[in-house]
């Protein structure tokens, strides 16, 4: 298939800016997303962590740069997927969620109902799968759309604060579902604000301040040498504004 | 006093002219609604997904025409079935079918304006989502309008209300032909005019009854889908 010949990877934005009206949610970022560990992206609200998940998905066309994934430049869906903070369940049920992600992938018609099972089963959710998507619970919604997002069989997995309003259960739960994912292959860049997430599942941290690449480091180094000083106020607590 | 009890005894006794009449208002209705619906539902919801010059007024158009007064609406449609009319030929006039074609040119922009609203209120939620799922046009307007078919039940409601209701139109393309093209609305209107008050009311309570029952219906298919899928 054409298809699988085609990489998303390396990812790579070359001064990047993203802006809407006077306000700038990226400024002349330049980054490298390679195959290997997950990269989480950390920073305060309204670092731009969302903004540059959403650039790198190919959902916002940048201001200003340029975003190439494998080289190309068209934002025409390559084999990414994506995560929204707040992902929205269509009005069907659980397995007809996942059943539609698995269409829109290009999942042949007799293939999709085992698929969703398996999906399902990945995620924990067989048991739900007949109920209405959108009468489950927060951390619930998250797991389907992971499923959904799945379905793609992404090479890469964009997600936006997936735990962020998650009891800790919850989270552990999501948490593994990413590291198998990454384990079988799949990039993952995770945005979070949680160090304690970061340092469970990153490989490379991706720090910004207020729209700027503040610091792309291994999370050794990261955590253990910080080389700016909002970088080092964040990892201790303080207030980076 | 037993002349306002006319109408429910006709009712009430089987009598075939009554039920035809009611018949036949139900069936131009309901197949007036059906044509709109095909038309309005994926006409409303192109408005809502496309941007294209021009576009603002064909929305504020298509909204006032929500307000095209039944007479003139028949009158147009009249002109153009007319033996002499661009489409005479086909001997459409004072028949059913000129009735449903000029019930559902007044039902469409109902179906369409409310429809544009709902799917461009939807399209502002999904549309990250939908994006990243790499969903295609046709692919964005048929996704729309299902999850959005709750709503879209009651734009459907109100164009059958508006048909169900009007006498200007039908009377015009249909001519109010005993037996072939006489509906309640038109008959109403005529026994009025008769002095037949009584008959008129209770043709008017039938008809009320009709549409609540209609309503009532879809409410209750409503409440039983929105609790398995919603």
Redesign the interface.
Known sequence: MMRAALTDLPLILDRVSLSAGATTMLDRLDLAITPGAPTLVLGPNGAGKTSLLRVCMGLAAPSAGTVSWGGRTDRGLGRRAMLLQKPVMLRRSVAANVAYGLAQAGCPRHRRAARTEELLDRVGLLGLAARPARRLSGGEQQRVALARALAREPEILLLDEPTASLDPAATRHVEEIILMASQSGTKIVMASHDLGQVRRLAGDVVFLVRGRLCEHASVGDFFDRPSSAEAAAFIHGELVL | MSEGLDAWQLIASGDATLISIVRLSLTVTLAAVAVAAVVGLPLGALLALTRFPGRSTLVVLVNGFMGLPPVVVGLTVYLLLSRSGPLGEFGLLFTPAAMVIAQALLVVPIIAALTRQTIEDLWR??R??L?????GPT?RVA?LL??S??SLITALLAGFGRAAGEVGAVMIVGGNIEGFTRTMTTTIALETSKGDLPLAMGLGAILIGLILAINAAAWGLRLWSEQ???
């Open positions: 939620e999904y990250d989502e994006t990243a799922m790499g969903v692919g996704t299902w999850d078919r709750f398995r899928v919603a």
